[in-house]
């Protein structure tokens, strides 16, 4: 401007005070904005015809190019609207420091806007540029005013609000944008609001100090423009976050509080707590003792070591059954051989191969001598008919233990029997009761089995004073006794004897459950222990 | 006796219902209706602009002036812009109508139809704020142009004059009514 104004002075010397006077009209009248205006369109707006209106008018300007050294004189500015004949305007140049250019530029007198105005730029009379636009759609306006941000009280929020730019008509047509960064970053935020001059910011760091710009524009509706130029920034400080130090101060001392009152619940259960958490593995090393720590691991070892009190504790018997001595009254011989067999009241401590090699003779013997059997089944016949018989069942009293052998079910025993492998079992597996009667059955299986040929040795049958029959004593006599760890005697009552042939039940008691299927050699008759 | 009075309350029922019906509207002072008739006015354009075929026949329309002093606008009373604003309306209205009647191309021709009912709806808003011209002497379209007229000779043109009519004289006769103004104060 004050070089346009030099210029002109110089070359209208005698216009002086005229020319001054529109120098000063100009930088009035042209804004404070008007140059930067100029510079900005000369960047953004690509027609050679550049025009924008400022205020109510319409100004139109373009670069002059750098060859030409006359200037505005040769250039004409014509523009017409709504068909009427074409009207001049004005040229003036002006000269941008920051863009070291200069440009060319006309302003309207009176603008008519919503109407289709034709502008010419002609250079010695030629056509050089021309464009048709409306005013209305080229407006710029100046930056709003009287930005001012305020906290308002509440966390993270700034209130910010502007007046509008001075312009008549158009103040509910404008569309706002408020830019804010924290001070001293580059990464701003926008906002974008119509109509409204105030705004408030949310979402803010509390305590922060904030630069807040506004720019406007027209909505684009009824009229449209560019983008005004950013307000100078202006600051403004969010509060302070409003978490009260005394609330922090009780947080923190009941979380102190807590922590030792877990603590003190740890230490002092930790014990339980960790057999909780941490279970033991259970080690069957209270059973063994020694087995790990004396002995490492070897059980061998261990064994021979604590054979005795161990195993009469918990562990069943297996190797040897307790004994007990059996009486059965096998399949009458009634040779002599067997007689003497017969005789024999065996303790259970008699050697048992003899008893078996006798046994074996004596049964083969006898089972040559079927027909004696008879006599046999009588004599047991009778006794079960007689049931005082038992009484004298003091024929069985003995020393040692007998087992009873019953006489009823003879029939489903008798299959029972068969099935068992071996022929002690059988006898053992018939219910005891007393008597003959019972042996009446084991006889009938003794027959049957003499297939398998290993009937029992001996079977005795004990009369104290009692003479069989002359022929009688081929029955076999024989004393079995279980094979066992120890021995238990226990003499048997009549009484006993008579509970024996109601329940199924073996006079001593085994623990072994496993014996009766298990009973290893029939060989093994007695064995003393 | 009863007849009578029976009949004179009717009459007063009907006078006071006639009273209502003449009263005038709520004035309807929310520039936001007329920035939407706006928009479909520049649709309008916008159709135009993409239409191939059938988008009606060069024809002479006379439509109203259009541009706007602010200068003169300052100085130019209410009833006066209200006259301009009405008389250009019907103009338009009519040189609408018959553009219509040449376009067959049917997205073009039911803009058109739109423009021209929201030329009526400005009517009532008018009317609303007690803005309407009493007489209005519509020009046929033989008649020679006048003053507060001009012609165009096609149809794109005459969308645009209708486009800027409602953003000038219409838009800032509305927001000047003194209805408007009366509820702002």
Known sequence: ?529 | MQTFTGLVSVLLVFLWLGGNLVSPLRPICDLRVLDHFVREARDSEVIMRGCRGGCGAMKSYFVPLTSVDFAVLEHMDVNGQAVEVQTGLSLLDQALSNAMKTVSNSPLANALDNNISNIHSLGQILHSLDLQARSTVLPDDSAPASTQTQEVSSLPELLQVQSSFLRGKVRLLLSAAPACQRQNS
């Not at chain 1, 730029?121 to 080229?138: H, K, P, Q």
């Not at chain 1, 049964?363 to 006599?375: E, I």
């Open chain 1, 1 to 529: 401007m004050y070089l346009l104004c030099k210029w002109m002075t110089k070359m209208r010397s005698n216009r002086l005070k005229i020319v001054f006077m529109l120098c000063l009209a100009f930088v009035t009248t042209g804004g404070q904005h008007f140059e930067s205006k100029v510079a900005q369109l000369l960047q953004d707006e690509t027609e050679h015809i550049k025009c924008f209106v400022e205020g109510k008018d319409l100004t139109c300007f373009w670069e002059e190019e750098e060859e030409r050294n006359h200037i505005h004189d040769q250039y004409t500015f014509t523009y017409s609207y709504e068909k009427k004949n074409k009207m001049a305007c004005a040229v003036s140049s002006l000269y941008l420091l920051a863009s070291n250019k200069t440009i060319l530029f006309c302003k309207l007198p009176k603008t008519p806007f919503f109407t289709t105005l034709d502008v010419q730029v002609l250079r010695d009379g030629r056509m050089l540029y021309t464009r048709s636009l409306n005013a209305e759609n080229v407006l710029f306006l100046d930056p709003p005013r009287n930005l001012t941000v305020m906290s308002s009280g509440k966390e993270g929020q700034l209130n910010v609000s502007w007046l509008p730019p001075l312009l008549k008509y158009m103040d509910d047509s404008m569309i706002y944008e408020v830019r804010y960064a924290v001070d001293g970053s580059n990464m701003g935020k926008v906002e974008v609001i119509k109509v409204s001059t105030r705004l408030v910011l949310l979402g803010l760091q509390s305590n922060t100090r904030y630069k807040v710009w506004v720019r406007v524009k027209p909505d684009g509706v009824a009229y449209k423009g560019y983008w005004s130029a950013w307000t100078e920034p202006v600051f403004g400080v969010t509060p302070p976050s409003d978490v009260d130090p005394l609330i922090v101060l009780l947080v923190i001392f009941i979380g102190l509080i807590l922590c030792l009152l877990s603590l003190t619940v740890i230490l002092s259960h930790h014990k339980f707590l960790l057999k909780k958490l941490w279970p033991d593995i259970p080690t069957p090393e209270h059973k063994f003792p020694g087995l790990f720590t004396v002995y490492k691991g070897d059980f061998k070892e261990w064994m021979s070591h604590n054979n005795g009190s161990m195993w009469g504790r918990s562990v069943p018997v297996y190797t040897e059954e307790l004994p007990s001595p059996l009486e059965v009254l096998s399949e009458v011989s009634l040779t002599s051989h067997g007689t003497s067999q017969r005789e024999e009241r065996k303790p259970v401590e008699e050697d048992e191969e003899k008893e078996s090699e006798r046994s074996d003779s004596g049964l083969t013997d006898r089972w040559r001598d079927p027909p004696h059997a008879h006599w046999l089944m009588e004599q047991l016949r009778a006794l079960q008919e007689n049931p005082e018989s038992r009484s004298q069942s003091s024929l069985l009293q003995s020393h040692d233990t007998y087992v009873t052998l019953n006489q009823g079910d003879n029939e489903q025993q008798v299959d029972d029997v068969f099935e068992e492998t071996l022929p002690l079992q059988t006898l053992f597996t018939t219910a005891g009761t007393s008597s003959l009667g019972t042996s009446h059955s084991d006889l009938g299986s003794l027959q049957q089995s003499s297939g398998s040929g290993r009937l029992s040795s001996q079977s005795s049958f004990e009369y104290p004073n009692h003479t069989w029959p002359p022929k009688g004593p081929g029955y076999a006599y024989m004393a079995v006794a279980d094979s066992g760890v120890s021995m238990d005697y226990s003499p048997m009552s009549s009484s006993r004897i008579a509970e024996l042939g109601k329940h199924r039940m073996y006079t001593n008691d085994y623990k072994n459950e496993i014996f009766p299927h298990k009973w290893p050699l029939s060989g093994q008759y007695i064995k003393s222990g």
